[in-house]
């Protein structure tokens, strides 16, 4: 069974900061996709970045980076430039690849506060 | 493309009671997913469709809880004899059929959050 594990529960952040957010994984999968959502407060979720275990290159969407260790399974998330709208609950799921379709495997979340 | 909606939002129901929540997906997609958040938590799998096909139960998935798609289009969600520890947010997700796009990506709808009393 995959499991995804989110170690910090809440992060804070500065306006025009930086900030990481952590995740591992555990699977026996070889082809695999991982994922950071985003669950702003009341507001439904939204997909911010996708990586491919496949690929080796790091994704990156504007802000939004992500630094895949596959050997490690870790899958960690670079906000750069916090933004007041980045506050919400940022979750990292697992999904095995798969064509007829598959759950997401998600994390328990961090929820990330930015400031002024 | 509406996105993916469900009704109602908000159901407030009293222990014991039938509830059922309704999931419309993005129109041109054939896979749909149910999933189910409790606070402060990530959303936990609880079925998924491919077309009208139910494909996948998760052990979450009690006799009490029961999906259907009849059409291939919207889903519907029951749940009977609700008990205390049903209250959460239940989110449906849709995501394209094979090859027309990326199918790996779930839309979410923004929830329906049950509360039993």
């Known amino acids: 069974a995959q499991t995804v594990t989110q170690s910090q529960p809440e992060m804070s952040v500065q306006e025009a900061e930086t900030v990481t957010l952590s995740c591992t994984y555990d699977t026996s999968e070889s082809n695999y996709y991982l994922f950071w959502y985003k669950q702003p407060p009341s507001r439904q979720m939204i997909l911010v970045i996708r990586q491919e275990a496949y690929k080796q290159q790091n994704a990156t969407e504007n802000r939004f980076s992500v630094n895949f260790q596959k050997a490690a399974k870790s899958f960690s998330l670079k906000i750069s430039d916090s933004q007041l709208g980045d506050t919400a609950m940022y979750f990292c799921?697992?999904?095995?690849?798969?064509?007829?379709?598959?759950?997401?495997?998600f994390g328990k979340g961090t929820t990330l506060s930015v400031s002024s | 493309d509406t996105g993916v909606s469900q009704n109602p939002r908000h159901k407030i129901t009293k222990r014991g009671q039938n509830v059922t929540f309704r999931c419309d997906p993005i129109?041109?997609?054939?896979?749909l997913y149910w999933y189910r958040q409790t606070l402060g938590q990530g959303p936990e799998f609880l079925t998924y469709?491919?077309?009208?096909?139910?494909l996948e139960k998760s052990r979450l998935l009690s006799d009490r809880f029961s999906a259907e798609r009849p059409k291939g289009s919207f889903s519907t969600l029951e749940i009977q004899r609700t008990e205390q520890g049903d209250s959460a947010m239940y989110l449906c997700a849709s995501s394209a059929r094979w090859g027309q796009g990326p199918s790996y990506e779930q839309y979410f709808g923004p929830g329906t959050r049950l509360t039993v009393t």
């Open positions: 799921a697992f999904m095995k690849q798969n064509q007829a379709g598959t759950a997401l495997i």
């Open positions: 129109s041109e997609h054939n896979r």
């Open positions: 469709f491919q077309n009208e096909a139910q």
